[in-house]
């Protein structure tokens, strides 16, 4: 055999290898993504089953910054938390977290609170808007479902949630949203 051949044999072998090598590092690369992302799937539907099952000490644990001594869930988010039904829509990985996509259907407060002052009412006190919006949280006719997002950091091996603005107007039913839109001029400036 010649040098020459002998030479290009080498190389060929050297970039089969090569090839061989970056596969292998891909396939790794995207089983670790897949991984994340799954992680970070599971972290927000065990972060949703501890909210609707009201276990305050569950989803503080679930937070990244999680209060050392836990609320319990007042009796408007009780009764609100278990009527909420969830399903996780997907994930995207990000330099160093990971977005979990989900569709929350929950009480549509601003359709129950609107109802509540078309009422011919002498007062509404604020026990009239936790009774109502509570009622209404049964009533299909006061439902929505809520696109949003949760971000999912990864510290360790354990994956916590940074809650987001979307994430948490879902969870308590459009009434972040609602209040924000009321001290919101028409051309969108506070």
């Known amino acids: ?3 020459k051949k002998q030479r ?3 190389i060929i072998l050297e970039l089969t290898l090569l090839t061989i090598s970056f596969v292998i590092l891909a396939l790794l690369l995207l089983w670790n993504i897949q991984d994340r992302k799954k992680g970070a799937e599971e972290c927000v539907s065990q972060f949703m089953d501890s909210y609707i099952q009201q276990d305050a000490k569950r989803c503080a ?3 990244i910054h999680n209060p050392s001594n836990p609320q319990e869930f007042s009796h408007a988010q009780s009764a609100l938390s278990q009527t909420i039904t969830y399903a996780i829509t997907g994930s995207k990985m990000n330099r160093d977290s990971v977005t979990v ?3 929350i259907e929950n009480v549509d407060f601003e359709k129950a609170f609107t109802q509540l002052l078309s009422e011919d009412r002498e007062e ?3 026990e009239d808007i936790i009774n109502f919006t509570i009622e209404s949280a049964r009533n299909t006719d006061y439902r929505k479902i809520y696109s949003c997002e949760a971000t999912v950091y990864r510290f ?3 994956d916590k949630i940074s809650m987001t603005r979307t994430f948490s107007n879902a969870l308590l039913g459009g009434i972040s949203e609602f209040v924000s839109s009321l001290f919101t ?3 969108g400036a506070s």
Request: hydrophobic letters at 45%; aromatic letters at 4%; proline letters at 0%.
């Open 1 to 3: 055999m010649s040098m």
């Open 101 to 103: 996509y989900l569709e």
């Open 61 to 63: 644990e679930l937070l």
């Open 185 to 187: 001029t028409e051309g």
């Open 124 to 126: 509404i006190v604020v």
């Open 156 to 158: 360790g091996e354990e």
């Open 8 to 10: 290009k044999q080498a």
